[in-house]
């Protein structure tokens, strides 16, 4: 008998492979977030059980809030974080008027320097047991003897369960989100440098046109007006054939959601990515 000794062959991993951790709520992990809710209409409550399951300790997390220090909620956030192992920044403002500083953009000049820095080079890497094939063949074949075709043996890598590796929050910013542009600037290349947004809103005019573009999953809570949804529903990028309540499909969906608008904890949850629409995360109608 022929012993069967094995060559290494390399396997790559998919990137069908890479999964949200808390797929419940987003498939995307560093997906933009927009929650629209009057005032205490709950999307403080709703943020921080959207932190519990997006967050590990290895996020950062940077809480941009002018209530935070009155607001109950956010010190509950913020324990429940800490508890993680997470960092958490909390400011009343993404800019520091007595400086002149943006803390947003240098947080994010941080993240793109370390990018730089860790980025691997064109050298290639030898491959590990576990991202290994192996292909049996005969070591010593004689010259009447066949030689099967080679059996390929896949060792398959677990599913990664991704995390943002930062996550920033803006909220009760009205205009100023507006004045400054912020929001493009941290929404665009997130998947890149791992980010998750969260902004929340109390009027859907406090959102600027192209952050509405970048967005992945639009919140909207009871009491929000029907003629602002309509208003700004082609700036939100959503369907607009028939602008008139009566046949609006994104109200229905909002008056279906929300029990016309007076039920006091149930949202609509726009997925932008899919088109899709459900109660609270995960009932689809």
Known sequence: MSKEPFIIKPVGT????????????????????????????GK??????????????LTDVYVFCPTHKNDTMWGEIKN????KGCRVNMNIHFIDHDNNRSLVDEVIAGIDEKLEVDKPTNKPKPPSVQQCSFIKFDN?????????????????EKTKNLYPEHVFIYDDLSSDLTKHHILLRCMTANRHRKIMNIVCAHSLNDIEPNAWTQCHYALFFPRLSFEKMLKNQDKMGMDSEDSTTKNNKLLHKYVEATKNGKSKYD?????????????????EI
Request: charged fraction near 25%.
């Open 44 to 57: 403080t409550t709703v943020v921080y059980n959207i932190l519990k399951k997006a967050c590990n300790h």
């Open 80 to 83: 429940m974080l800490e508890k």
């Open 14 to 41: 998919k990137k069908s492979d890479l999964v949200s951790a808390f797929p419940e709520m987003f498939v995307n992990p560093y997906a933009n977030v927009l929650l629209t809710a009057p005032t205490l209409g």
């Open 267 to 283: 949202f609509l949850l726009v997925d932008k990515t899919t088109d899709k629409f459900y109660r609270n995360f995960n009932q």
């Open 140 to 156: 010593n074949p004689k010259v009447d003897e066949i030689i099967e075709e080679p059996k390929i043996i896949k060792v398959k």
